[in-house]
């Protein structure tokens, strides 16, 4: 059975820093993108990043990028979300996902449906 536990959100200032984590089991993670999607209440799902499967290439939103950063221990199979200078626009329900890529080159996509399997999601909530 396939599982995706994200952990590490809670409650930051604006301006500060959480890190997601994302731990997988019952997969040959190191076969899987990995990416983050994000949910705001009354807002539909969007794209925050991926990473590919070994790591070699990452992808971010233009909201995000050069605040937020991921990268992966296959090892521990676990990718994990570094999220610095949140601001109240990133609070939302964050969720991990990963994604086979069956036939298709290296890399990592930004739409969810590409994606096989998914977390529960972790909370993150920015205080102004």
């Known amino acids: 059975q396939v599982q995706l536990v994200e952990s590490g959100g809670g409650l930051v200032e604006a301006g500060g820093s959480l890190r997601l984590s994302c731990a997988a089991s019952?997969?040959?993670?190191?076969?899987?993108?990995v990416g983050w999607f994000r949910q705001a209440p009354g807002k539909e799902r969007e794209f925050v990043g991926a990473?590919?499967?070994?790591?070699?290439?990452?992808y971010y939103d233009d909201a995000v990028k050069g605040r937020f950063t991921i990268f992966r221990d296959n090892a521990k199979n676990t990718v994990y979300l570094q999220m610095n200078g949140l601001k109240p626009e990133d609070a939302a329900v964050y969720y991990c996902?990963?994604?086979?890529?069956?036939?298709?080159?290296?890399?990592?996509?930004?739409?969810?449906?590409?994606?096989?399997?998914w977390g529960q999601g972790a909370q993150v909530t920015v205080s102004s």
């Open positions: 990473i590919s499967r070994l790591g070699s290439d990452t």
């Open positions: 996902a990963a994604d086979q890529r069956r036939g298709l080159a290296d890399g990592a996509s930004s739409m969810d449906y590409e994606y096989d399997y």
């Open positions: 019952g997969l040959s993670f190191s076969t899987f993108a």
